[in-house]
Every structure is written in C-alpha cells, then in structure tokens.
C-alpha cells in the first residue's frame, strides 16, 4: 500500500526558508515518479518540481527555479522539498505525489494527474 506523509509546513516570513518533508512507504523511490504540488486558496494546484522517474529527469516550474530544490534519500524513503527566498504567493498547501514512471520519455511530469497523494501541510509566508 502506497504511503505519504509530509511534515515541516509552518509559517516563515518573506525571504525566509523551509524545508519539507515527505515519509513514503509501499514503493521504490528508484522506480517511481515522485513530486511536490501546491494549492493556493482560490487557485488550482499545480506542479512545483518532479522526477519522472525515468533517467533521473527532472521537472521545475518557472515559479520556483533557483529557489526551490527536491531531494530523495532512497535508503531512507524520504523525500524533501528545500525552498529558499521564499514569498507570499509561495503561500498554498504542499502535497507529495508518487505514480509509476511517467512515459514516455520526454513528458513534463508537472502536468501530469500523479497516482496516489499525501494529505499535504500548509506553508504560510507572510510578515
């Protein structure tokens, strides 16, 4: 049974840092297609950063390149999200996703409808 949990939500100021993280369980972080998504109140989710589980590709979205940073630990099944100089509009609910390796080759995995979710956690930023 596919698991994620993800802790390490909070409220930061503008320019600060967080770092989430993603406990998952019932699957092989080497196999699969893993990311992070955000919802903003009033807006649709979208896509912060992925891999698509084929040959380590990896998948930012504009928004957050340069500032935002995903990281596995196989060994462990964790899975991070690092974001740096963050801003209000960073401001949403994180989820952690996983789904079988998206394919073929070449696919944006930020556009994709992942398999199973986490329950998310809230990142506020605001002064």
């Known amino acids: 049974q596919v698991q994620l949990v993800e802790s390490g939500g909070g409220l930061v100021q503008p320019g600060g840092s967080l770092r989430l993280s993603c406990a998952t369980s019932g699957f092989s972080l080497d196999d699969y297609a893993i990311g992070w998504f955000r919802q903003a109140p009033g807006k649709e989710r979208e896509g912060v950063v992925c891999?698509?589980?084929?040959?380590?590709?990896?998948n930012v979205a504009n928004s957050v390149k340069g500032r935002f940073r995903i990281a596995r630990d196989n060994a462990k099944n964790m899975v991070f999200l690092e974001m740096r100089s963050l801003k209000p509009e960073d401001t949403a609910v994180y989820y952690c996703?996983?789904?079988?390796?998206?394919?073929?080759?070449?696919?944006?995995?930020?556009?994709?409808?992942?398999?199973?979710w986490g329950r998310g956690t809230q990142v506020t930023v605001s002064s």
């Open positions: 996703a996983a789904n079988p390796p998206i394919l073929p080759p070449g696919q944006n995995c930020l556009h994709r409808e992942f398999d199973w």
């Open positions: 891999f698509t589980g084929v040959d380590d590709r990896l």
